[in-house]
């Protein structure tokens, strides 16, 4: 199933990536979405190339009834995304992917993050796949509207914690 989900921040793409880099940002994004934080990793400076590992974990409640029967009791999400240097107009892609614990739902994609007026615009492009036999498309076309979602809950927290802090 196809992804395509954008959304606006109100703030420049660096200071964008400095809270995508902040151990506190994510964990305050995890919270804002229900969730909590279980592990963070950064490789590299995120003043040029670099890679951040999440792991967040969604409670039962928060998942959707189709995939709950495939969990017991937390949702462990682990998420990968490769950020390329600045390009030379200052954007950043990142190549990601997001596991779903013992779901057998992947993402991948590509997230574009450029600068649109004083803000950035994230664009986040992919697929989402399910290895379920039978049910797998059906599970991947639920999931992308809720995962599109997470992009433009993602994109109001980082503009809140930025406001904030």
């Given at each position: 199933?196809?992804?395509?989900a954008t959304a606006t921040?109100?703030?420049?793409?660096?200071?964008?990536?400095?809270?995508?880099?902040?151990?506190?940002?994510?964990?305050?994004?995890?919270?804002?979405?229900?969730?909590?934080?279980?592990?963070?990793?950064?490789?590299?400076?995120?003043?040029?190339?670099?890679t951040i590992a999440i792991?967040?974990?969604?409670?039962?409640?928060?998942?959707?009834?189709?995939?709950?029967?495939?969990?017991?009791?937390?949702?462990?999400?682990?998420?990968?995304?490769?950020?390329?240097?600045?390009?030379?107009?200052?954007?950043?892609?990142?190549?990601?992917?997001?596991?779903?614990?013992?779901?057998?739902?992947?993402?991948?994609?590509?997230?574009?993050?450029?600068?649109?007026?004083?803000?950035?615009?994230l664009t986040v492009t992919?697929?989402?796949?399910?290895?379920?036999?039978?049910?797998?498309?059906?599970?991947?076309?639920?999931?992308?509207?809720?995962?599109?979602?997470?992009?433009?809950?993602?994109?109001?927290?980082?503009?809140?914690?930025?406001?904030?802090?």
């Amino acid at each position: 199933m196809s992804l395509d989900a954008t959304a606006t921040i109100d703030a420049p793409v660096d200071t964008v990536i400095r809270a995508f880099t902040n151990r506190d940002f994510q964990q305050y994004a995890g919270a804002a979405a229900g969730g909590s934080l279980d592990d963070f990793r950064i490789d590299g400076d995120p003043a040029g190339a670099f890679t951040i590992a999440i792991v967040r974990a969604v409670a039962e409640e928060r998942i959707p009834d189709l995939a709950r029967s495939f969990i017991r009791g937390r949702l462990l999400l682990s998420q990968e995304e490769h950020w390329a240097a600045p390009a030379p107009d200052g954007s950043r892609t990142s190549e990601v992917s997001i596991s779903f614990g013992s779901v057998p739902l992947k993402v991948t994609g590509t997230e574009r993050l450029a600068a649109a007026g004083d803000g950035s615009t994230l664009t986040v492009t992919g697929n989402v796949t399910s290895g379920i036999s039978f049910l797998g498309a059906r599970i991947a076309q639920m999931a992308e509207p809720v995962i599109a979602k997470a992009v433009r809950l993602q994109a109001t927290a980082v503009a809140r914690w930025i406001r904030e802090h």
